[in-house]
């Protein structure tokens, strides 16, 4: 391998061998511990940012191997390497990469190291914003070499001379210096301890704000913004996932008049300098009076990071008015409340690093429990759950009182009884019930009332078991699980199906498929003839599912036959659980087809029924509720073909005759699985002959 040897060449993989090589030798002690990281610095000194990405890649990939061992020899090597590469990477548009490195040297480096903490609180005074002064000046302000006024006293003499009115949002122009100006205090808050310069900084802030308020609603989203508010849909939606979200982005904003407008004109540009506003009224609230009295309990060692200045209560007050202003301003739109949780988040994370800085740094590091002391705690534990004290009767053991019994043949019959394995009756629950539920209300003690509670949770079980084998239908009403007495009250709608119900039919007389039949018909076919017509031919082999409507019924409707007339709040009940396989309006009335209802007829061995229009149909079909769909045409109207032929497994042409269309009904339910898939199509182009016109 030579010199010129490009990093994507094969031939490079030597190099990461020798890096391997190095790090085993620098952990036995054969080699300086750092020349890993010494090469490995020159190797990113000689590379482009895309070469420096895969030297970063095996970096990563060998983190927890090569600084397991000697890191003291190690980290300032590191360090230096990890810092240089940050200087050459752009901010804009290297932010991945430069989060990798910031996360390399947070895994790498302890969390109370000194390289990382600043721990005197020093301030990046490098960062100076250059933006344009008024015409009458020939060159541009640099604002940290302005002249600040004289010193005045301390912050606690701040007044508000000065200030101008912000109750008047002012234009772009009278706005800019003032609002560029905000960035030398929020890059040297040190500076607001001087009485002048923080009336002028709350000046120009409340300005700021005043502007920002003042710009419509309409205009404040940019294109970007617009994306931002379709965040979650879009992480969810995006199947390649490289699409980069606007929070990614760390812009250096330009200071031009020209852009200033446009500018304060986007969301995102007004949050991040809000964003710099929160934090500087957090670090001033920090010198109030309050903030100071709940310091003097905690150990204050790092006297670099303490300030001697207090906030008066005026400007305390001010302070807590504009983040709350700030905090509202921040919350408006429909990502915003997310947006501030996050900010508001990561400023209490940091009051926490302030105080830990406060202290020193102290370590937060525990040692590991040894195996001697895990032992140890796990024996004393075992001995404490321990009941020492054998019990004359164990836990849930069987009593066998039966046994003390001299006659084994009345012994025999107690064994047979039917108690032990029939049923009990579901009314001898009722009255149990009822005799807890007075006991909870009334109770003798507190003892006998939780027994009271346990108890009937036990009864309630099990009478919804028993229930459940014929009251199904009765569940749907029950809106407390605490309170099932609908399931005790007599079903007279259930006394009349069981007048009215017969038996089902033998095997021989079942068709194969027995899957529910949704019957669906144009206008003009009268459905509920073609059913009763095939419910009279095949005695015990169909039966009608009554669907649910939320009215009350009419004068000759009986209800359980015509339908189940329930409640608003029952059928948004049903809805919501997803036990309905259709539902739908229909002049300003809810209609809808319990699934129950279906497996109830499902139980008794009979055929379901279902009788749905075209959309109902349709909304069954969209909902995967298997069924075979059957569509009567009338032979007189013209409907899709496309449509019925992808939504119905046959289509059968009525000429008015009930007879005929209900045994081509018949024909097709009774053909089989096999001849009704192969002749599904010829039902479609042939229609007629399913009614016996035309036969080839």
């Known amino acids: 391998?030579?010199?010129?040897?490009?990093?994507?060449?094969?031939?490079?993989?030597?190099?990461?061998?020798?890096?391997?090589?190095?790090?085993?030798?620098?952990d036995d002690g054969q080699c300086d511990p750092a020349l890993l990281f010494w090469l490995v610095e020159e190797l990113l000194d000689s590379q482009t940012i895309a070469g420096c990405r895969k030297i970063f890649d095996y970096l990563e990939s060998r983190r927890e191997r090569i600084t397991a061992k000697h890191f003291k020899q190690k980290n300032l090597v590191i360090l230096r390497s990890?810092?240089?590469?940050?200087?050459?990477?752009?901010?804009?548009?290297?932010?991945?990469?430069?989060?990798?490195?910031?996360?390399?040297?947070?895994?790498?480096?302890?969390?109370?190291?000194?390289?990382?903490v600043n721990l005197r609180g020093e301030y990046h005074v490098e960062n100076v914003t250059v933006f344009e002064?008024?015409?009458?000046?020939?060159?541009?302000m640099e604002v940290d070499t302005n002249d600040t006024p004289k010193d005045q006293g301390d912050v606690k003499t701040g007044t508000k001379n000065g200030a101008q009115d912000s109750s008047k949002a002012l234009d772009p122009d009278t706005l800019y210096p003032l609002f560029w100006s905000l960035q030398e205090s929020f890059s040297q808050p040190l500076?607001?301890?001087?009485?002048?310069?923080?009336?002028?900084?709350?000046?120009?802030?409340?300005?700021?704000?005043?502007?920002?308020?003042?710009?419509?609603?309409?205009?404040?989203?940019?294109?970007?913004?617009?994306?931002?508010?379709?965040?979650?849909?879009?992480?969810?939606?995006?199947?390649?996932?490289?699409?980069?979200?606007?929070?990614?982005?760390?812009?250096?904003?330009?200071?031009?008049?020209?852009?200033?407008?446009?500018?304060?004109?986007?969301?995102?540009?007004?949050?991040?300098?809000?964003?710099?506003?929160?934090?500087?009224?957090?670090?001033?609230?920090?010198?109030?009076?309050?903030?100071?009295?709940?310091?003097?309990?905690?150990?204050?060692?790092?006297?670099?990071?303490?300030?001697?200045?207090?906030?008066?209560?005026?400007?305390?007050?001010w302070a807590t008015d504009m983040k709350k202003v700030i905090s509202d301003y921040l919350k408006q739109g429909s990502d915003g409340p997310y947006f501030f949780r996050m900010v508001e988040t990561v400023l209490a994370r940091d009051k926490n690093w302030v105080f830990w800085k406060m202290a020193s740094c102290p370590p937060i590091q525990r040692d590991p429990v040894s195996a001697a002391s895990f032992v140890e705690s796990k024996d004393a534990a075992q001995k404490m759950a321990t009941n020492k004290r054998l019990r004359p009767n164990p836990l849930n053991a069987v009593p066998l009182d039966f046994l003390a019994n001299e006659d084994e043949g009345s012994a025999m019959e107690e064994l047979k009884s039917a108690e032990r394995y029939q049923l009990p009756e579901l009314d001898g629950f009722k009255s149990k019930i009822a005799d807890d539920d007075f006991e909870i209300d009334m109770p003798t003690n507190n003892e006998t009332k939780a027994a009271a509670v346990a108890g009937k949770a036990s009864k309630s079980w099990r009478a919804l078991r028993i229930a459940s084998r014929f009251k199904l239908a009765s569940f749907d009403k029950i809106d407390d699980p605490k309170k099932i007495n609908i399931i005790f009250e007599d079903d007279v709608e259930g006394d009349e199906d069981?007048?009215?119900?017969?038996?089902?039919?033998?095997?021989?007389?079942?068709?194969?498929?027995?899957?529910?039949?949704?019957?669906?018909?144009?206008?003009?076919?009268?459905?509920?003839?073609?059913?009763?017509?095939?419910?009279?031919?095949?005695?015990?082999?169909?039966?009608?599912?009554?669907?649910?409507?939320?009215?009350?019924?009419?004068?000759?409707?009986?209800?359980?036959?015509?339908?189940?007339?329930?409640?608003?709040?029952?059928?948004?009940?049903?809805?919501?659980?997803?036990?309905?396989?259709?539902?739908?309006?229909?002049?300003?009335?809810?209609?809808?087809?319990?699934?129950?209802?279906?497996?109830?007829?499902?139980?008794?061995?009979?055929?379901?029924?279902?009788?749905?229009?075209?959309?109902?149909?349709?909304?069954?079909?969209?909902?995967?509720?298997?069924?075979?769909?059957?569509?009567?045409?009338?032979?007189?109207?013209?409907?899709?073909?496309?449509?019925?032929?992808?939504?119905?497994?046959?289509?059968?042409?009525?000429?008015?005759?009930?007879?005929?269309?209900?045994?081509?009904?018949?024909?097709?339910?009774?053909?089989?699985?096999?001849?009704?898939?192969?002749?599904?199509?010829?039902?479609?182009?042939?229609?007629?002959?399913?009614?016996?016109?035309?036969?080839?």
């Open 1 to 26: 391998m030579k010199a010129t040897t490009s990093i994507d060449s094969p031939e490079f993989v030597k190099m990461w061998n020798l890096l391997d090589i190095l790090s085993i030798l620098s």
């Open 82 to 116: 990890c810092n240089e590469l940050l200087r050459r990477l752009s901010r804009a548009e290297d932010t991945a990469f430069c989060g990798r490195v910031f996360i390399f040297m947070f895994q790498s480096f302890p969390l109370g190291d000194r390289s990382s």
């Open 133 to 140: 002064t008024s015409e009458d000046d020939d060159s541009k």
């Open 191 to 317: 500076k607001l301890f001087d009485a002048g310069h923080f009336t002028k900084f709350k000046s120009s802030l409340e300005s700021t704000i005043s502007a920002f308020q003042a710009i419509h609603e309409d205009s404040i989203y940019s294109s970007k913004s617009m994306e931002n508010l379709k965040r979650t849909l879009k992480r969810k939606r995006d199947d390649d996932g490289t699409e980069t979200l606007p929070e990614a982005f760390n812009p250096k904003y330009l200071t031009s008049k020209d852009l200033f407008q446009l500018e304060i004109s986007d969301l995102s540009f007004r949050r991040h300098v809000l964003v710099q506003a929160l934090i500087i009224t957090d670090f001033l609230l920090s010198l109030s009076k309050e903030e100071r009295e709940k310091r003097t309990n905690i150990n204050v060692s790092n006297k670099s990071v303490i300030y001697p200045d207090q906030l008066n209560e005026e400007n305390t007050k």
């Open 498 to 696: 069981e007048e009215d119900a017969e038996p089902a039919a033998s095997e021989e007389d079942m068709p194969s498929n027995r899957d529910p039949i949704i019957l669906s018909a144009s206008s003009g076919v009268a459905t509920s003839a073609l059913r009763e017509k095939l419910m009279s031919e095949h005695k015990g082999v169909f039966a009608p599912v009554v669907r649910h409507a939320v009215r009350e019924p009419a004068e000759d409707e009986v209800n359980g036959k015509s339908f189940h007339f329930v409640k608003a709040q029952e059928f948004n009940q049903l809805r919501d659980g997803d036990r309905l396989i259709e539902y739908g309006t229909r002049d300003g009335v809810d209609y809808g087809t319990s699934t129950k209802a279906v497996d109830a007829i499902v139980e008794t061995g009979k055929v379901p029924i279902v009788e749905l229009d075209l959309e109902a149909a349709q909304f069954a079909k969209d909902m995967d509720f298997s069924a075979r769909y059957i569509f009567i045409k009338s032979s007189s109207e013209d409907v899709n073909e496309e449509k019925t032929k992808d939504l119905f497994d046959t289509v059968i042409v009525d000429e008015g005759d009930v007879e005929k269309t209900a045994a081509s009904i018949s024909e097709f339910i009774f053909k089989g699985d096999a001849d009704a898939e192969t002749n599904g199509d010829a039902n479609m182009a042939d229609a007629p002959s399913a009614n016996g016109e035309e036969e080839s």
